[in-house]
């Protein structure tokens, strides 16, 4: 089984940088994508951002330039972080980190970022 943990998520006025942790545990094969997605109220789940095992990133285009994405891979213990910077009050969400490989994926519990105006 895979567990993802999040962490870091929280209020921060519009303008502001907030920086997401997620690790990863379990049987988890070598070759596979971390990322975010994100959830508003009253809308469907939405990328966010993505980096494969072989650092290649995806971002939604309107965090591009915004947010960073990297991550960390071992034998022990698979990270990855968003780094938010330049917040907007439409950045407000439910942050969920995602593993996956080709006929699986993997859901943290999700962590809430507000930002006020």
């Known amino acids: 089984q895979v567990q993802l943990v999040e962490s870091g998520g929280g209020l921060v006025q519009a303008g502001g940088s907030l920086r997401l942790s997620c690790a990863a545990s379990?049987?988890?094969?070598?070759?596979?994508?971390m990322g975010w997605y994100r959830q508003a109220p009253g809308k469907q789940r939405a990328l966010v951002a993505t980096?494969?095992?072989?650092?290649?990133?995806?971002?939604a285009d309107s965090v591009k330039g915004r947010f960073t994405i990297s991550s960390s891979r071992d034998n022990a213990k698979n990270m990855v972080y968003l780094q938010m910077n330049s917040l907007k009050p439409e950045d407000t969400a439910v942050y969920y980190c995602?593993?996956?490989?080709?006929?699986?994926?993997?859901w943290g519990q999700g962590t809430q970022v507000t930002v006020s105006s």
């Open positions: 995602t593993l996956q490989w080709p006929g699986d994926a993997y």
């Open positions: 379990g049987s988890i094969l070598s070759l596979n994508t």
């Open positions: 980096i494969t095992s072989k650092g290649t990133p995806n971002y």
